[in-house]
């Protein structure tokens, strides 16, 4: 009688050993999770949402990480994910707003707002690469894990994404 008492001890110890090191792993990295929400979404009140969003669903699958070594990669993915469902969002209601847009307004411009103007017309796969790998510092085999490619696609991505950015700014 005593065995399966102790069982489910371990297994309550186990349980709460998981919740321990994902809290652990999350609090680790919060601020590169926030930057890179941020990075994306370029409101406060939307990237913590976001990291919230990603938190969750993590929870949620973190069965299917296999190696701990893994998490950050792995939440980084989530996290770039939730960010991009995100945009989407706006983008469905955003299109209405846009058409009382002041076009005076575009003739004010600096380096920054023509980054993040070309920076916004690249594709998905080519912003990521270079918000990762600029804006976060990450290597591009970091971001190769992130995006679970391989390295050379990585590279190649880089490189089409800043030849396009040339080519706008």
């Not at 792993?25 to 990237?47: M, P, Q, T, V």
């Not at 270079?130 to 880089?158: C, F």
Request: glycine share 4%; with cysteine; net charge positive.
């Amino acid at each position: 009688m005593d065995a399966p008492i102790e069982a489910k001890q371990e297994g309550a110890r186990a349980v709460a050993d998981s919740e321990e090191f994902f809290i652990g792993k999350i609090a680790e990295h919060r601020r590169k999770l926030y930057g890179i929400a941020f990075s994306y979404l370029h409101n406060e009140a939307d990237a913590l949402e976001a990291i919230q969003e990603a938190s969750c669903k993590a929870w949620i699958k973190r069965k299917s990480l296999k190696d701990d070594a893994l998490f950050l990669p792995w939440m980084i993915r989530i996290l770039i994910n939730c960010c991009m469902d995100e945009l989407r969002k706006r983008k469905r209601v955003i299109v209405s707003d846009k058409a009382g847009e002041d076009r005076g307004a575009e003739m004010v411009s600096s380096n920054r707002v023509d980054l993040e103007r070309a920076l916004a017309k690249l594709s998905a796969k080519h912003r990521h690469v270079v918000i990762l790998k600029y804006y976060h510092d990450m290597t591009l085999t970091e971001i190769a894990r992130v995006l679970n490619k391989p390295d050379g696609t990585v590279k190649t991505w880089l490189h089409k994404a800043l030849k396009q950015m040339r080519e706008l700014v």
